[in-house]
Each structure stands twice: as structure tokens, then as C-alpha cells.
């Protein structure tokens, strides 16, 4: 059974730093579309960051450019975000998803939905004001 497992979330105040980390297991994340999504109580779920491992492309949410960076680490099939400069409304679930039959990053972050989409349990990023 494909799993994604999420690592690094917290609490943290307003202006602070969160990495957070997916590992896979039973299978690689070397040749999927991946990101990570957030959705907030009331909120609509929201592609944050996604990368095409095969080139190397990154799309943002214009919520988290120039905060947030999105890497892989192919070595170790893991997925990455750093979030810098933490806002209140940065505060959700976040999880990670490795999409099997996505095209681009873009594609990915802004069509949030695809039934081959595989999904992790979700990490909690909660920004103390």
C-alpha cells in the first residue's frame, strides 16, 4: 500500500519557521508531480507549492511566494517545504500529495483534485499571532 507520511508541523508564532517534511514508502516520489496542499476549517483546499521532478519546475500560490520553498530530496524519495515569515492565516493542515497522472506543477496547485492523486494523513501548522 503507497504511503505518504507527513513530518514537521507545529506551533509557532507569528514571523517564524516551519520545515516540513513527506517521506514515502512502498514506492518512490522520484518521477511524480508532488506539493503540498493546506485547508483550514471553513476554507477551501488550496495547492501551496508543487514541483515536476522530471525538470525541476515549481509553481507557487501567490499566498506563499516568496515565503515558501518547495524541494525535493530524490536520494531520499522525501518531499520538502520551508515556510519562513509564518502569518496567522498561514495556519491549517497540510498535507502532501504525489500525483501519478499530472502534468506540470501548475496543473497540480491549481486543479487540486485528481482521483490518481495520492495524499498523506496531513501535518498541523498552526501561527500564533
Known amino acids: 500500500q503507497v504511503q505518504l507520511v507527513e513530518s514537521g508541523g507545529g506551533l509557532v508564532q507569528t514571523g517564524g519557521s516551519l520545515r516540513l517534511s513527506c517521506a514515502a514508502s512502498r514506492f518512490t516520489l522520484d518521477h511524480y508531480v508532488k506539493g503540498w496542499f493546506r485547508q483550514a476549517p471553513g476554507k477551501e483546499r488550496e495547492g501551496v507549492a508543487c514541483i515536476n521532478s522530471s525538470n525541476g519546475s515549481t509553481y507557487y500560490a501567490d499566498s506563499a511566494k516568496g515565503r515558501f520553498t518547495i524541494s525535493r530530496d530524490n536520494a531520499k524519495s522525501t518531499l520538502n517545504l520551508q515556510m519562513n515569515s509564518l502569518k496567522p492565516e498561514d495556519t491549517a493542515t497540510y498535507y502532501c500529495?504525489?500525483?501519478?497522472?499530472?502534468?506540470?506543477?501548475?496543473?497540480?496547485?491549481?486543479?487540486?483534485?485528481?482521483?490518481?492523486?495520492?495524499w498523506g494523513q496531513g501535518t498541523q501548522v498552526t501561527v500564533s499571532s
Open positions: 500529495v504525489a500525483g501519478s497522472r499530472r502534468d506540470t506543477a501548475q496543473e497540480m496547485c491549481v486543479n487540486s483534485f485528481d482521483p490518481n492523486d495520492y
